[in-house]
């Protein structure tokens, strides 16, 4: 038995994954690729599960974070201050426009469980013990844990747990009014008068509508219409809903604005970060809110209107270390300036796609594109006998490229400091894979 057969791979059945997959195991990084113990490396096209910004070579980041833990390794913040927590949210609120506080933790599913408890609590410490609800959007995703399945419910992953989960309603995903990237403009609206409808239904019991910010990434790279976000956002404040930003995966950059709700003009009440923040370098989340949100939890102890919520590693001084060194380096090599040519060049190679009769409806934002596999409008779901998801992976594992696809929508998401060459090496594989795959369905 190899020692890696003692690992459980998340979202993996461990039973039958090599007869697909041949074993890996990574051992270093350099640059934007990893290395095996093989001597083999694979070029990171799916940013390290979506956190990689600079790559996996030693930079600030690192050097800072080494004498960070020669300072303290570990101080709480439990009651006491960090200086390295203070330093973070100066920072970090001098880009969350109209959020005031940060509160910590450690992964992007437990700020969503903060986000959804100090709504809840948002409402009961007035003194309303109706508003208990959630409201969410189809396709959302939001993480794994209880109270973020319940708001990104996906029934092919969670249905086992499903009785486990919050009160919720859904209103519908944006995604059917947009193809090739054009909005059509009648559908939008009919999907937003639908949408206000359930709002309004539903506003007595709800405490908060949550949505991803800019797109839904897991939920099939379904990038908004302009102004949908803002107009939910305004929904929201017409029927006393909170509002809740997930930035989780499409902050920071992904999408080529650094905050995506400040791009897009809909401050949230409490918005979510994670990923990409600490460059991957360190688990690391945030949950911000605004003044009005922290004012509803100030009393004395006794009123016992305080958050009741913290994880042991909150506000760690080694993480909160590599996210001010993060920005620092977004800001010192013009990153969003970077993400932004490198978007340019992103929809150039897109444009190798549109011709293979397979692929549909390609849409692109920031460093961020899918389009889905189809033959006669049915998904393909089986490749050379075996999940497209694994085939995708096997294929360009064998390329020296790490790719996944969400089923049958390829996702295109790089590291977002990548250069040209290695850009085009991803988009080289991507092209030659779903070649492949067209060859196998088209005769
Ligand atoms: C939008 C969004 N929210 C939340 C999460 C959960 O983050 P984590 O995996 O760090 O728990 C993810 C993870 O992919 C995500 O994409």
């Known amino acids: 038995m190899s020692k890696s057969d003692n690992i459980w791979y998340p979202y ?5 994954y090599t007869r697909y997959l041949k074993r890996r195991v990574i051992s270093s990084g350099r640059d934007f690729y990893f290395y095996d113990n093989d001597g083999n490396k694979y070029l990171d096209g799916i940013s ?18 080494i004498n960070q833990i020669k300072q303290i390794p570990h101080s709480t913040i439990f009651g006491l201050g960090n200086d390295k927590s203070i330093e ?15 509160f910590f933790t450690d992964n992007g599913s437990s700020a969503i469980e903060a986000a959804l408890k100090i709504a809840l609590q948002y409402w009961s410490n007035q003194g309303n013990r109706k508003k208990t609800s959630f409201l969410s959007v189809a396709d959302g995703y939001h993480g794994d844990t209880i109270g973020a399945m319940s708001v990104g419910y996906v029934d092919k992953y969670f249905k086992s747990y499903k009785k486990l989960l919050l009160k919720c309603h859904v209103i519908p995903s944006p995604k059917r009014v947009t193809l090739n990237g054009i909005v059509n403009l009648e559908k939008l609206n009919l999907l937003l008068e639908k949408t206000e409808k359930t709002i309004e239904k539903n506003a007595d019991k709800t405490a908060a509508l949550i949505m991803e910010s800019g797109a839904q990434l897991a939920g099939g790279v379904n ?4 102004d949908y976000q803002n107009k939910i956002k305004e929904m929201c404040k017409r029927h006393n809903i909170l509002f809740i930003l997930d930035e ?9 604005n650094m905050i995506e709700y400040v791009a897009q003009e809909s401050v949230p009440d409490i918005a979510c970060f994670g990923k990409a ?4 370098y360190f688990p690391l989340a945030l949950t911000l809110t605004s003044k009005k949100i922290f004012q509803q939890f100030s009393g004395t102890l006794g009123d016992q209107k305080h958050l009741f919520h913290g994880h042991t590693y909150a506000g760690h001084p080694v993480g909160c270390t590599a996210v001010i060194e993060n920005l620092k380096m977004y800001k010192e090599n013009n990153l969003l300036g970077k993400i932004r040519s490198n978007s340019k060049q992103l929809r150039k190679r897109l444009q190798d796609f549109q011709s293979i009769p397979i692929v549909q ?20 779901t089986i490749v050379d006998k075996i999940p497209i998801n694994y085939f995708v992976m096997r294929e360009s594992l064998k390329r020296g490229v790490l790719l996944r696809s969400l089923g049958a929508t390829m996702i295109v998401i790089p590291p977002l400091a990548i250069d040209s060459d290695s850009l085009n090496k991803i988009m080289d594989t991507q092209l030659e894979i779903v070649l492949d ?5 088209v005769s």
């Open 12 to 16: 993996t059945q461990m039973h039958d």
């Open 48 to 65: 390290n599960m979506w956190c990689n910004v600079w790559g996996f070579n030693t930079n600030r980041i690192t050097i800072a974070m």
């Open 88 to 102: 973070l949210s100066n920072e970090f609120l001098k880009l969350t426009k109209g959020l005031n506080k940060v």
């Open 223 to 226: 990038i908004y219409p302009t």
């Open 248 to 256: 989780i995966a499409t902050g920071f950059g992904r999408l080529g």
């Open 277 to 280: 923040i600490t460059g991957g």
């Open 361 to 380: 409806n390609i849409r692109a934002k920031g460093l961020l594109a899918g389009f889905e596999l189809a033959v006669n409008g049915k998904p393909i």
């Open 437 to 441: 795959i067209n060859k196998r369905n």
